[in-house]
């Protein structure tokens, strides 16, 4: 009797995100890969139990049950016994079995993993994928034999919950990739290799910015000197620019009281994620959002409809009890900083305050270098608030807004906030890696329901409209993002560090902290290595710190009142000639910190 396992689409798991369609042209090969890779752990490893395995983005993976514990060292056997059957070239034929006989079977083999998911399927009839003497519960689609599968390779294994809930059983997922020529296979694994030396989690470490130390709390971020001064330069940038747009500044309370977020929903919609505590026998929330706070300032004042539109800024801190399993660096953490703004305005406001959202976020994201954007509408989702009309006209105000702002963009259905519809803006990153930062959103809800008002023209009370609106989405997120994007060799105007101070010998130490002195007096970030090592050694580790300038000093330089400079490869200064005057070095500087974006 043949074996039946299962892969993608008939299953009932709920994870969607990173699957391809099936109109992709690479979905049926990932698919047949994936299936191979089940059918060699199983001729390895008889007992093993499988549970799903779909092609995703860049490649596919299966997750199962296996009686022995698989590491990396385990792959290129399994990857052997693949290259085996590609080779035998068998044929992928499809039929069907009632659901019934299907789920009979799985339960005699004790696929517990796959009756689940056969229960879970509406269709009386399934189909099957047979190649040689292996089946797999699926609807396709395949190549047509084995021997398609021209190029793929296995990656990892890491550890994953069946269906993503953590109370369910660990099962363990094997990830691969797969293309249609070694080439393009080749292509992306050496783009996979840039990615790994640019990943965040390792450079944070490298260039001292940040560490997540999980004995004080996982997904808590320690900003190290180095990270805190970056994060300082982008929160300067970022508070000069809203000033110069009309937002008001703010600063609102970590804590409140429970009812405040019983009346704005979240504490119905949101509680999962949310820090609850108690104090003098009253209810509190650690704040997840900021939009109540800043509705309560707003509610300080009577409105008239001359004040509006009213804009709030604050780079606001918030926690979130995120699941451990999602936790990522900087990128997924449980507690962060928004760059989070409310604006209050008129109906008749409401598609230009969108458009100048969106020429801002531009602005922003150009500086910081990133050109290429994806763009998101997402709509009414099945757990929100409110009626259909307001949600039409917030979606309608939306669209009209990104028309007009020549953004093109899908509509996903149903992903929209539960009280609203947004916009999500992803960027693309040197790598063209897409990330997700910016978000724009339509509420008409909050202030029906915290009964925020401004006096009209006729004299009487109406209802605002508010606009949710994030540009970098999170300091910590973008802050990864933005290493990864320039690999951590920042440009000078984010480098933390602008330029190190090298004395060759302890005889030229006075000379360069007078140099260091000048430079810093001078706005230049810089630090002075007066280590008792070797010039080599001190070079060595300013260019693994990413540092744009080493100014070195030696006898010759302290005589003449100079300095040797060393430019990182990336920047180019052509008219620099070594050696140069502190000033002349300062002017430098100061010009290419004016070149951003």
Not at 86 to 95: D, G, L
Not at 448 to 468: A, L, T
Request: aromatic residues 8%.
């Amino acid at each position: 009797m043949t074996k039946l396992t299962m892969t993608t689409k008939q299953r009932t798991d709920g994870s969607k995100s990173s699957e391809l369609q099936a109109s992709d042209p690479l979905y049926a090969l990932r698919h047949s890969a994936s299936h191979v890779m089940a059918q060699a752990i199983r001729r390895l490893w008889p007992e093993t139990k499988l549970a799903i395995g779909p092609p995703i983005e860049n490649g596919f993976y299966y997750d199962i049950d296996c009686p022995e514990q698989l590491t990396d060292e385990h792959l290129a056997r399994i990857e052997s016994e693949m290259g085996k059957i590609v080779a035998e070239a068998h044929e992928f034929k499809r039929s069907s079995m009632p659901k019934a006989e299907a789920l009979r079977l799985f339960e005699e083999k004790g696929e517990h993993f796959k009756a689940e998911i056969i229960r879970g399927i509406p269709d009386e009839q399934v189909s099957i994928f047979t190649d040689g003497d292996f089946s797999d519960l699926c609807d396709g689609p395949h190549t047509a034999n084995t021997s398609d599968i021209k190029a793929f390779k296995l990656l990892s294994v890491a550890g994953a919950y069946w269906r993503g809930i953590e109370t369910n059983p660990m099962l363990q997922r094997i990830y691969g990739t797969a293309w249609d020529s070694q080439e393009a296979q080749e292509a992306y694994l050496e783009a996979l290799e840039e990615a790994r030396r640019r990943d965040h989690r390792k450079l944070g470490t490298q260039l001292d910015l940040w560490s997540i130390q999980e004995e004080a709390g996982p997904g808590m971020v320690f900003f190290h000197p180095k990270g805190a001064q970056l994060r300082w330069i982008i929160e300067d940038f970022l508070k000069k620019e809203h000033l110069l747009r009309g937002y008001s500044p703010l600063v609102t309370p970590h804590l409140l009281r429970a009812d405040i977020w019983r009346q704005s929903g979240h504490y119905d919609y949101y509680k999962e994620n949310m820090y609850i505590l108690e104090a003098d026998g009253v209810e509190y929330a650690v704040k997840p959002m900021n939009c109540p706070g800043h509705i309560k300032v707003y509610q300080t004042s009577v409105r008239s409809w001359r004040d509006l539109p009213v804009r709030f800024f604050e780079l606001g801190n918030v926690h979130r009890n995120e699941k451990s399993g999602v936790l990522h660096g900087l990128l997924r953490v449980r507690g962060f900083t928004q760059d989070d703004a409310h604006i209050f305005c008129l109906p008749e406001q409401l598609v230009d305050e969108i458009v100048g959202a969106i020429d801002f976020m531009r602005h922003i994201m150009q500086t910081f270098g990133f050109e290429g954007f994806e763009v998101e509408l997402s709509t009414r989702p099945e757990k929100s608030i409110g009626e259909d009309a307001q949600w039409e006209l917030a979606e309608e105000g939306l669209k009209e807004a990104l028309n007009r702002s020549g953004m093109d963009y899908e509509v996903q259905e149903g992903e929209g906030a539960f009280y609203g519809p947004k916009i999500d803006i992803k960027i693309k990153d040197a790598l063209g890696r897409s990330w997700q930062c910016a978000t724009i959103q339509c509420d008409y809800f909050l202030p029906e329901r915290f009964d925020v008002s401004y006096v009209g023209k006729d004299g009487q009370k109406h209802q605002p409209i508010m606009v949710h609106r994030a540009l970098l989405g999170s300091m910590e997120r973008f802050m990864g993002t933005l290493v990864e994007h320039y690999g951590g060799a920042f440009p000078v105007w984010l480098a933390p560090v602008q330029a190190v101070v090298i004395p060759i010998s302890d005889d030229q130490l006075v000379a360069a902290q007078e140099v260091t002195d000048k430079l810093r007096a001078a706005g230049v970030r810089v630090e002075l290595d007066s280590r008792s090592e070797k010039m080599q050694n001190k070079i060595r580790l300013a260019e693994t710190q990413k540092i744009p300038f080493m100014l070195v000093l030696g006898k010759r330089e302290v005589e003449a009142g100079t300095v040797s400079v060393r430019a990182r490869r990336d920047i180019e200064v052509p008219e620099l000639e070594n050696p140069v005057l502190s000033d002349v070095f300062i002017e430098q500087v100061k010009r290419l910190e004016q070149l951003r974006g």
